[in-house]
């Protein structure tokens, strides 16, 4: 397994989430905006993205649909975890694996989204 990359610009939270996926041993990297996970994404494909859509730099919208729109990364699953998701937002997500608005879940929810796309239940 390589890894899960979080894409969150609230430090706490990123840790938090890896902190959860560290309890069912997923390998985990944080970047804190579009550009910065791009880098990563550039050195190893990760498994999976957790991706949030407000961020400075590069948002989340422009880092999905750049990721979606290249044949070498289409292919990876995004869980959107956004507090900040409308109805004409869902439009410009097609394709996610998943979407969860932050606020109305849990560390076992995580767990159980990231497990079940990945395969490990």
Known sequence: MGYTLIVD???ELSRLIAITLSGIQIPTKIAYDGEEAMAFIRQ???DLILLDLMMPRMSGFQLFALLKNTPETAHIPI???SAYID??????LRGAARIMS???FGAADIREAVASILGLT
């Open 87 to 92: 109805r004409d937002d869902h439009a410009g």
């Open 9 to 11: 610009d609230e430090p």
């Open 102 to 104: 932050k606020g109305s």
């Open 44 to 46: 190893e494909l990760p």
């Open 79 to 81: 869980i959107v975890v």
